[in-house]
């Protein structure tokens, strides 16, 4: 629970949604002096989400963002220097000026993956990592995010249920802000919930209110350990609303004032501020002591940004192969005899379709309604059904039949 | 030894990596229990386990992507695709994920993706492709065709240590069809070097895959008829061994270039283009290209003979070369 994180920690949570959005503010500031090389995206009023979910990762999960998570990357331990780089095309960028915005990661220590701006794609990648975390026997949970909008993307739906079959340890935080650049959700989906796309894969899911840190966390921590526990995907949706345009040059006018007005009332610093006041978990004297150390780090680092120089455009040409400049290890936490024959050479498993897919068993009330072929089967088929007591085949179903009303064709719906 | 078809050739790289890097895993549609649809990784389950190959569902992108974020932690997975078509599914996970990678952000991508490619059994537009321009245009990804089972087993296994990003294609006219007897002990055949097959003097045809079959035995029937042709199996198109294929021209003054990818766009364009720019003055004729049509590739038996090319066509253009 919650209640669990110490005051440290708590104040930790408002350092880094606080970190994120000074950060940002100053960037904007940046953009309007033209000192962005290329866009510039805002997540002003999904700190939160950000924050609240790379939180309960450890050290040793990995993670990869999508473009309004600046917050997870500083709580990954990126440093705003980083961003302000990255955003200027500067040589001292992570990337030296390769690429821009949050499109970096950490391979070796922060265990960071970088994202494309294509979406979708990091789900499959990410279940990827996480599979081979568990191959390798590391206690490993992978994390990655995604917009409203792209959870409409085929690669969405490839990642998810790949992930799902494979049980990997994945967890998809879906930010709903409500606006795929300028389409309203309802014009994307024909859901409410997004979560709901979570029972198509057969995975756990959860919706939280995105604007409110320590329930995000909660939902979070609660996601990251059942999936270190083996059972598979969670998906979160964590509800908020995007509060800029798509990027700096979308004055979003497309949006109704009066949304912006209440998710404005829903601010996820102001009300996390609020929390620790009634909670007396600071006091003004702290809380200018935090914001202060914020300004004292971002002042260092965005002047080490705009000082530092463009990348030599010698560099252009280079490092489009690894020439043996990285060396690629797997980092092992199993013995390898486990995996190498012939200790590897199992029995064959799980390739049985157990109710051979028969349609008697299915569960009606699940469904609106289920065809069910008006044929007498064939006696084979029937003696492979019903024969064999023994088998098993029939357990745990046998028990509904006939308890169930029997299945309506499709086309008689809402008729008895 | 017995002799070997490329089927098997691919099945002791894999099997050979599998046993001697743990880190080698497998992950594709229908390759565990049923062994893919081509029999490449037959027995390998029985041998390397579940963990290690890795059955997935009908999801190209998956596929790739998995395998994207498995090198990420220092694994070298090899991804196949049931027939190298469907790696279109998978076009941005390819070019936008995997091949920016490095470049981008210093992470390696040490993967292959390996596949049934080509045509010249029937498949059809879906089932027949030859996709190398695609991905050789792509800075970032290596493209490996071999046209023999020795080259097969030494350059796949070249393909998984490699640090890079490999596309393996594997043609499937030459699964069975050819058989070769195979070193006993370990060997490897490096990626980014051709290597001359043939002889000659009064041209040079660059091949590879198939038709490098189709070359070879289009330059003895021209031997036949006092035409001295060298052959040239390029064996990797990216990188291109241009040293191989320069110093060949500079040797015979003449250039043919036989590729079963259709015309427009496709590598003897490139190679044509990069021996003008460094062998102008070396070549005693233009440059000519056999290729398949600017089609997709037909179905049925006597419209996908047409747009193949044959031993005629090669024969007919290095005829018409030699006499320039």
Known sequence: MAQTLSREQHLDLYYYMRLNRSLEERMVRLFRQSKIVGGLYSSLGQEGISVGTAYA????????????????????????????????????????????????????????????????????????????????????????????????????????????????????????????????????????????????????????????????YQAAKDAVERCRAGDGPVMIEAKTHRMRGHAQHDPAEYVPKAMVEYWTAQDPIGRYEKYLTNAGLWNEKKKAEIDARIERELDEDQKFAEESPLPPAELAEQGVFCDGCHEIKARWERPVEEVTPPRCSIEMDGWTVEDFGQLENIETEKMESVAVSKLAPSDQRSENVSGDAKSGVRSGGQKNTGAKSPARHPLRKGKN | MAAVTMVEAIRQALSEEMERDPAVVLIGEDISVYGGAFKVTEGLLNKFGWERVIDTPISESAIIGAAVGMSYMGLRPVAEMQFIDFLACAFNQMTNFV??????????????????????????????????????????????????????????????????????????????????????????????????????????????????????????????????????????????????????????????????????GGIAGEIAAMVCENAFEDLDGPIQRVTSLDTPVPYSPPLEERFLPGVPDVMRAARELAQY
């Not at chain 2, 992470?107 to 027949?128: L, T």
């Open chain 2, 99 to 264: 091949a920016k990678s490095h470049y981008r952000w210093g992470a390696p991508v040490p993967m292959v993706v390996r596949g049934p490619s080509g045509g010249g059994v029937h498949g059809g537009p879906f089932h027949s492709a030859n996709p190398e321009m695609y991905y050789a245009h792509t800075p970032g990804l290596k493209v490996v065709y071999p046209s023999t089972p020795y080259d097969a087993k030494g350059l796949l296994k070249s393909a998984i240590r490699d640090n890079n990003p490999v596309l393996f294609l594997e043609h499937k006219f030459l699964y069975r069809r050819i058989k070769e007897e195979l070193p006993e002990g370990e060997y490897t055949v490096p990626l980014g070097k051709a290597i001359v097959r043939r002889e000659g003097a009064d041209l040079t045809i660059i091949s590879y895959a198939a038709m490098m079959h189709t070359s070879l035995e289009a330059a003895e029937k021209l031997a036949a008829e006092g035409i001295s042709a060298e052959v040239i199996d390029l064996r990797t198109l990216m990188p291109l061994d241009k040293e191989t294929i320069l110093a060949s021209v500079k040797k015979t003054s003449k250039l043919l270039i036989v590729h079963e990818d259709t015309r427009t």
């Open chain 1, 57 to 216: 990762l450890e050290a040793r999960d990995w993670m990869a963002p999508m473009i309004r998570n600046i917050g997870a990357l500083l709580v990954k331990g990126c440093k705003p220097r980083d961003i302000f780089t990255q955003h200027m095309a500067k040589y001292t960028s992570p990337t030296l000026g390769k690429d821009g915005t949050s499109h970096f990661g950490d391979l070796k220590t922060k265990h960071i993956v970088s994202p494309i701006s294509m979406l979708g794609d990091l789900i499959p990648v990410l279940a990827g990592v996480g599979i081979a975390g568990r191959y390798l026997g590391q206690k490993i949970v992978a994390m990655t995010w995604i917009g409203d909008g792209g959870t409409s993307t085929g690669v969405f739906h490839e990642g998810m249920n790949f992930a799902a079959v494979q049980r990997a340890p994945l967890v998809c935080v879906v930010e709903n802000n409500q606006w795929a650049y300028s389409t309203p959700v309802k014009r994307q989906v024909p859901i409410r919930n997004l979560a709901e796309r979570a029972k198509s894969y057969g995975i756990a899911s959860a919706i939280v209110d995105g604007n409110d840190v320590l329930a995000v």
